[in-house]
């Protein structure tokens, strides 16, 4: 079973819009790291948030915030005020600290977003 | 300090030939990971090491791969007999000392080796 899944292959959003990227992850260690990373064109992987599976609050970081819902296992990715900038690839993934190997990165196919105006 | 370096970062060779990249990592980080990335597809991790020693490979990481980090700082990513499969973004990434199991050791990636065999 893939152990993060990201649904939308792409997706479209007006700037100074709000999108929300999707991504589902599947473990059963109580454990974990959810990270987001953005990857424009140029190649290089960019951190973005990072929520921890006893975190009690959903995670912020400026613009972005992650919505934590555990018992679904979910883990979705709002980007407010969207700018062109944001026009990337985004990828969920996950760390098992306590069955997975802790140092291991594990990602999604990722999102491609386009910010239009 | 300039973040996380690759080099090269293309790399165009023929099939059977042996190709290496380079790594530089940012200097305060005591780990670094090999990731592959193919057309469409997230990152793989390849194999990890803390200071120069390696302890972790991937399966994925077969014969033809081998990746040094002799004295803990820059590593090589050594292919040897390069097949057209082993065509790829290859990232480096590395994390500060600490705990692994915290939301504080982020991997902070470079901009990758694209390598495409012919």
């Known amino acids: 079973a893939q152990k993060i899944t990201q649904t939308q292959p792409g997706m479209f959003v007006q700037e100074k819009e709000a999108v929300t990227l999707d991504c589902t992850y599947d473990t059963s260690d109580p454990s974990y790291g959810l990270f987001w990373y953005k990857q424009p064109s140029s190649g290089e992987m960019i951190f973005l948030i990072y929520q921890g599976s006893y975190d009690q609050q959903n995670a912020t970081e400026g613009r972005y915030s992650l919505n934590f819902q555990k018992a679904r296992k979910s883990a979705n990715l709002v980007i407010s005020a969207s700018q062109l900038g944001d026009s990337a690839m985004y990828f969920c993934?996950?760390?098992?600290?306590?069955?997975?190997?802790?140092?291991?990165?594990?990602f999604g196919t990722g999102t491609r977003l386009q910010v239009t105006l | 300090d300039t973040g996380v370096s690759q080099n090269p970062r293309h790399k165009i060779t023929k099939r059977g030939q042996n190709v290496t990249f380079r790594c530089d990592p940012i200097?305060?980080?005591?780990?670094l990971y090999w990731y592959r990335q193919t057309l469409g597809q997230g990152p793989e991790f390849l194999t990890y090491f803390q200071n120069e020693a390696q302890l972790e490979k991937s399966r994925l990481l077969s014969d033809r791969f081998s990746a040094e980090r002799p004295k803990g700082s820059f590593s090589t990513l050594e292919i040897q007999r390069t097949e057209q499969g082993d065509s790829a973004m290859y990232l480096c990434a590395s994390s500060p000392p600490g705990t692994v199991n915290s939301g504080a050791n982020v991997l902070t990636f470079g901009a990758g080796s694209r390598l495409t065999v012919l």
């Open positions: 200097s305060e980080h005591n780990r």
């Open positions: 993934a996950m760390r098992e600290f306590l069955t997975g190997t802790a140092s291991k990165l594990t």
